[in-house]
């Protein structure tokens, strides 16, 4: 399960921030460990790995569940897609769950200046002082030497969903 942050050009990291948090604190609730990091860019993705037997549609629904939960009480997030519709609110997109949906993939250099990376990260970073723009191709190899991969346990948790499932 993923969820892309994306926030409006006039909103501040900062937002991208709290409402990553917002969501942590959902997925909490349902038990869930889910995983952040940065996109590259101005956003954040949030990992949750689902053990075997879940299809796509239900992990869809289990993200458009708390997507939907999380634009009702959070005014500064929208779940609509087209970009003129969005006013200057942070698009929560939890649609990426299928086939040939694509996403910045974990340690990707995005082509801008600076050569950000997107960079998976400890939930304890995720605060006021997180700067995206730190992680970059001349910065990232000395931060996986120090800290190791921090993306590995999205490929071997497996969160069980029937706790939300049953909502």
């Avoid at 969820?3 to 909103?11: G, I, N, R, V």
């Avoid at 993705?45 to 075997?52: E, F, T």
């Avoid at 995206?132 to 999205?154: C, N, S, W, Y």
């Amino acid at each position: 399960m993923v969820f892309d942050l994306d926030p409006h050009e006039s909103q501040s990291f900062q937002t991208v921030v709290e409402v990553a948090l917002l969501l942590k604190s959902v997925l909490d609730t349902f038990g869930l460990t889910a995983y952040p990091k940065t996109s590259g860019a101005s956003g954040m993705h949030i990992y949750v790995p689902v053990g075997d037997g879940y299809d796509y549609q239900t992990v869809r629904k289990c993200a458009v569940t708390i997507a939907k939960f999380i634009e009702a009480v959070d005014p500064r997030v929208t779940l609509v897609r087209p970009i003129r519709d969005r006013g200057n609110r942070l698009y929560l997109d939890c649609w990426q769950i299928g086939r040939g949906k694509t996403v910045a993939g974990v340690y990707s250099l995005r082509p801008v200046p600076g050569a950000p990376v997107s960079t998976p990260l400890l939930w304890s970073e995720v605060n006021r002082a997180l700067q995206p723009k730190a992680f970059t191709m001349q910065t990232i190899f000395e931060r996986l030497h120090r800290m190791g991969d921090l993306f590995r346990p999205v490929l071997e948790q497996k969160n069980d969903l029937a706790p939300l499932t049953k909502h």
